[in-house]
């Protein structure tokens, strides 16, 4: 079993010393959000994640999940991991209390969503789901379905899927063709669906899946997109569950990573029909998911922070034990490998980036939850257009650093690393996932590029820059790790800025040319948006020191990766805007036949 520990106190200091925390706690019904009740909810999410949840990963992934007959059992643990967390309440953290949730902010959900996480990444794709689901139902079902399924869901006693893939649509969800055919106060459901993720398994008595379909008279494409709710049980009107619905699992898919969660091949309709409910209009199915995948991208984008801190422990961990070699700063005597120069450099890039992207995926919490909850109608529109221009960042950002630093993380193991004995090849096999899963990277750069700054011409992008502005700014005077990064983040905002004008200009006249150069314009608004808050970081890190009580050596590491990040990250947005401006031609230019 490898250890994970939470790490409380960094998620605590970006919350807390980086002003989240206040400014989401002063938005209207958060009150109760006091910094003595998060770091209370903090440390004991900690507990259940370290004692209760990481100890399944390991043997998870060995034992895999068991298919036969329809009927799929998760591994040893799995369901006894899930009763605790629904016994604990850690489903119903950021939800309407009205259904029994807390009501909570979504800064510190997604804070406890990360150990979950963390802790066995399999595990948690349960949660995450239900979740979606719930975010889903809350704003677009009707009132009937909520009174049945929001209590359930929010409690976790029932879990939530999302139905999109068909084996002929993939992303392409506008050619999906499964059938919803009306009947009295319900339709009937028939077809399939792929890669549904807890699609069928044996951690809660029901499962509410969010279906796509088509009606009779739908038009073609998306436009003629249903969303459909189709328990695996039918409710009776007491709220107890009736019998079966027509729907069974296929298979379980064989993948390369988290073993540990059911991929299900979903049949729907094989003799009545399933009977499912219509969630908002026909027609208008798509537009209500995306509801849910938003809520999802946010949520996978977590995945990278918290894959990426697990594989960093256990490097660490290695690094400090495994004795190799001498020192090169002299000496005879073998030393452990974290001496050496190369070993430093990788850990250190691990923890540079796992800091930016924590910080970055909690920013962009807290924007969401000022974007729902802020009284001033400025201020939410305000807040809205910066959710959006995050969202794409958080996914694909993060998810593709993910597959980097665990790949990293394998490679200070060395040739042990290499074998799974060790565990930390799991990580990197889990990891995969991640930039596919809610539209591939590719996809969420797509729409940073066509939606986010083509479409109102880079407006939103000099906001973002405007905030960067101020925040290099308040970098003066301060110590020379904070020199280092207005030395180095100045320069990154002017290339985040040359790119962004050269991408609405090109993108007028040529919009191939301007996406051929999507996805490092995403890795370089990544970079950047990470360098402006581990600016914040360091700022908060030199007024912590000051008066550290003793802890002086926390708030020195956080300004030593700080300027790490300034020194050895940074200085990538340079390249990245020269590929975007200079390397869109060669993208297009070989034919077809010549690959």
Not at 304 to 318: H, L, S
Not at 454 to 466: H, N, P, S, V, W
Not at 566 to 581: D, K, Y
Request: charged residues 25%.
């Amino acid at each position: 079993m490898i250890p994970y520990n939470a790490p409380t106190r960094d998620m605590a200091f970006v919350m807390k010393e980086l002003g989240l925390l206040a400014k989401v706690a002063a938005l209207p019904g958060f009150e109760e959000a006091t910094e003595e009740t998060v770091d209370a909810i903090l440390e004991e999410a900690g507990k259940v994640a370290s004692e209760v949840i990481a100890p399944i990963n390991y043997s998870g992934d060995k034992e895999g999940v068991a298919f036969e007959n329809g009927v799929v059992r998760t591994p040893e643990g799995f369901p006894e991991a899930y009763g605790a967390f629904v016994e604990g309440g850690w489903s119903t953290l950021a939800f309407d209390p009205d259904y029994g949730g807390q009501g909570l902010p979504w800064l510190v959900a997604t804070a406890v969503q990360e150990m979950w996480k963390s802790a066995n990444l399999a595990w948690s794709h349960c949660t995450m789901l239900t979740q979606g689901s719930v975010e889903l139902l809350q704003e677009h079902g009707t009132e009937a379905q909520k009174a049945t399924y929001l209590g359930k869901l929010i409690s976790g006693e029932w879990t939530g899927t999302m139905n999109l893939t068909e084996p002929d649509a993939g992303s392409d969800v506008g050619a999906l063709k499964c059938k919803a055919e009306p009947n009295g106060d319900h339709y009937l459901i028939r077809g399939q669906k792929i890669f549904i993720t807890y699609g069928e398994h044996d951690m809660a008595e029901n499962i509410v899946h969010m279906v796509l379909a088509r009606t009779p008279e739908a038009p073609p494409g998306a436009r003629g997109i249903s969303l459909f709710l189709v328990p695996k049980h039918l409710v009776n009107k007491d709220g107890s569950l009736g019998p079966h619905n027509d729907l069974r699992c296929v298979s379980v898919e064989e993948k390369l990573g988290i073993h540990a969660s059911p991929t299900c091949v979903l049949a729907f309709g094989d003799n009545e029909g399933a009977v499912g409910t219509l969630i908002g209009e026909e027609n208008q199915g798509l537009r209500a998911m995306f509801t849910m995948m938003n809520n999802a991208r946010l949520s996978v984008g977590l995945e990278g922070v918290a894959i990426a801190e697990r594989a960093y422990q256990k490097a660490r961990d290695y690094a400090l034990e495994r004795i190799q070699g001498t020192d090169d700063a002299g000496g005879s005597d073998r030393v452990a490998i974290i001496r050496h120069p190369d070993v430093r450099r990788m850990l250190m890039t691990m923890r540079a980036y796992i800091e930016a992207m924590r910080a970055v995926a909690y920013d962009t919490a807290a924007t969401l939850d000022a974007a729902r909850r802020h009284p001033d109608d400025e201020a939410r529109r305000a807040a809205q257009s910066r959710l959006e221009l995050l969202t794409p960042i958080c996914k694909a950002w993060s998810t593709d650093l993910g597959i980097e630093l665990t790949s990293l993380a394998i490679q200070v193991h060395g040739g042990a690393g290499f074998i799974e004995e060790t565990g930390v090849a799991q990580f990197y096999r889990d990891a995969r996932i991640s930039p596919i899963y809610e539209g591939t990277n590719g996809i969420q750069a797509r729409d940073l590029v066509g939606r986010k700054v083509l479409r109102d011409k880079g407006a939103a992008m000099g906001e973002f820059l405007d905030d960067l502005a101020a925040t290099i700014a308040d970098l003066e005077d301060g110590s020379d790790d904070c020199a280092a990064l207005k030395r180095n983040l100045g320069p990154a905002a002017d290339a985040l800025k040359r790119a962004t004008d050269w991408l609405v200009a090109e993108g007028g006249t040529d919009a191939a040319r301007a996406y051929a150069g999507a996805t490092p314009y995403l890795k370089l608004f990544g970079t950047v948006a990470g360098g402006a808050m581990m600016a914040r970081a360091a700022r908060a890190a030199e007024a912590g020191r000051q008066t550290a009580n003793g802890d002086a050596g926390f708030y020195e590491a956080k300004l030593v990766t700080a300027r790490f990040y300034a020194e050895h990250v940074l200085p990538q947005a340079a390249g990245l805007a020269a590929e975007i401006m200079e390397g869109a031609d060669s993208v297009m230019a070989l034919p077809e036949d010549r690959f």
